[in-house]
């Protein structure tokens, strides 16, 4: 496993799975940069991502993430996951129900300096809200 990777898998395993947020004190740089479309004003650094976390955990447990696949260049890595958890808090409005959700997705991580610098995020927004009933889809 490349460097670029380890810290790919480290950030889904320890920091997501492990719940050991000292993952991203130690890993992200100081003023890296974190995208999520639903949270555009996540604040830089370790704390972004700390944010993006306690606001999905705040409406979600029993949480778990599946790297599906991994790809790493020399400062890049992109990671296809899938997360399921159950919606036990509210989001947006909308009540807990109890019942388990999945949602898939992509980070995109950029690695300078030995730290995680930049990672941006795609995922099925829509059908995570629509399983916590935040919009509907109509099917």
């Known amino acids: 496993m490349g460097d670029t990777e380890a810290f790919a898998r480290g950030y889904v395993e320890e920091f997501w799975n492990k719940a050991r947020d000292q993952y991203v004190d130690e890993n992200f740089a100081p003023e890296a940069i974190y995208r999520d479309p639903m949270l555009p004003n996540l604040p830089r650094g370790p704390e972004g991502a700390k944010q993006r976390k306690a606001t999905y955990l705040s409406a979600l447990s029993d949480e778990h993430v599946d790297i599906d696949d991994i790809a790493a260049g020399d400062d890049t890595v992109a990671v296809r996951w899938t997360f399921t958890g159950k919606f036990t808090g509210e989001f947006m409005g909308s009540q807990p129900t109890g019942d388990t959700i999945t ?24 059908g995570f809200l629509s399983q916590v009933g935040v919009i509907d889809l109509g099917g």
């Open 103 to 126: 949602v898939t997705g992509i980070h995109f991580f950029r690695i300078a300096n030995g730290r995680i610098a930049e990672v941006s995020t795609q995922y099925d927004s829509a």
